[in-house]
């Protein structure tokens, strides 16, 4: 599947008219989205391309019927009312009159399927349209689950679409049908797509499935980070590295590891009798040793000037 790629800061700080409006998890609003994205005689002006990508996605092995098919003049319903006196609407309704086909969805973000008294919702809005005469002109008639998590419907008839399925249309035509989105929708587009990843797919429960995968490939990693993420010595080691770090016209790191480091000030090490180690045993520190030492102990983090010793006069360092 095509990607685009999306920056760490663009992803969380961009601003984003579905966010100002309070809409990422509105399921009506995001019916209502969607049904103008399939609906052909829209002001999107891109027809049934929309449609078609998504009814492929729902039924891969009819793709190719599906791009043969004139979808233009298809018919969409919003809370469409199955029965006189139901409390309940089907979120979409789409009737394709020219090719006799019938296509019901059910949209569900956070919410669950209502349960009524002799059956679930899904199967109540199945066989109204099913009774309705007035749908017995449409020879095939799909039943489509939409959830953030491609749910498994309680009625066997419902075909599940995730919202991993909405990303992957709407990727598509962001980067294969460019040159026919008007600039506007395309802005809007990528805001959705954008909506989409941080509060359909990036829900609580998806959150929390990601987490525990997360951890059980990486548990020593993170209980490492849990166990040190409040030591303040450890924020102390880090802070006065950076402090080295931001000032390395005046300071090189000679050595540096998970509780200690040694800097050498860049300006002594031209001087020869200062170049050299004591031993073996203090190689590690190339330059001159003369320098910032820092260790993080059981007794905290402390930092010591260091001069010396050095091979040539070992009693320098007093």
């Known amino acids: 599947r095509s990607s685009i790629a999306i920056s760490g800061r663009a992803f969380f700080n961009t601003f984003n008219i579905f966010n100002a409006l309070g809409l990422e998890t509105?399921?009506?609003?995001h019916s209502s989205f969607l049904a103008f994205l399939l609906n052909p005689r829209?002001?999107?002006q891109f027809e049934s391309l929309f449609l078609k990508e998504f009814l492929q996605e729902t039924f891969p092995d009819k793709a190719i019927q599906f791009e043969s098919l004139d979808l233009t003049d298809i018919i969409v319903h919003k809370e469409y009312k199955c029965a006189p006196?139901?409390?309940?609407r089907l979120d979409i309704l789409l009737l394709d009159e020219k090719n006799g086909i019938l296509y019901a969805i059910e949209h569900k973000i956070k919410a669950?399927?209502?349960k009524r008294k002799s059956s679930t919702q899904?199967?109540?809005y199945k066989e109204s349209i099913q009774k309705n005469k007035k749908f017995d002109r449409y020879k095939e008639k799909y039943y489509i689950f939409l959830t953030a998590q491609g749910n498994e419907p309680s009625d066997k008839d419902w075909i599940p679409v995730s919202y991993d399925n909405i990303e992957g249309i709407i990727q598509r035509i962001l980067k294969f049908y460019d040159y026919k989105l008007l600039p506007e929708l395309k802005t809007i587009l990528e805001q959705y797509l954008l909506v989409i990843k941080r509060s359909i797919l990036m829900s609580d429960d998806n959150l929390e499935e990601l987490a525990q995968r997360v951890y059980q490939n990486h548990r020593k990693v993170l209980d490492y980070i849990i166990e040190n993420m409040s030591n303040p010595d450890l924020h102390a080691m880090h802070f006065i590295k950076s402090i080295f770090a931001n000032h390395d016209n005046l300071f090189e790191m000679n050595h540096t590891g998970k509780s200690s480091a040694f800097y050498s000030f860049k300006e002594l090490d031209k001087y020869?009798?200062?170049?050299?180690?004591?031993?073996d045993r203090n190689?590690?520190?190339k330059k001159s040793y003369l320098g910032f030492y820092i260790e993080r102990n059981k007794k905290g983090v402390i930092m010591k000037a260091i001069i010396g010793p050095t091979k040539k006069n070992f009693k320098f360092r007093k």
């Open 122 to 124: 899904l199967k109540f």
């Open 85 to 88: 006196k139901a409390k309940d």
């Open 272 to 279: 020869d009798l200062l170049q050299f180690p004591d031993s």
């Open 112 to 114: 669950k399927e209502h």
């Open 283 to 285: 190689s590690q520190y």
């Open 42 to 44: 829209e002001s999107h």
């Open 26 to 29: 509105a399921e009506n609003r």
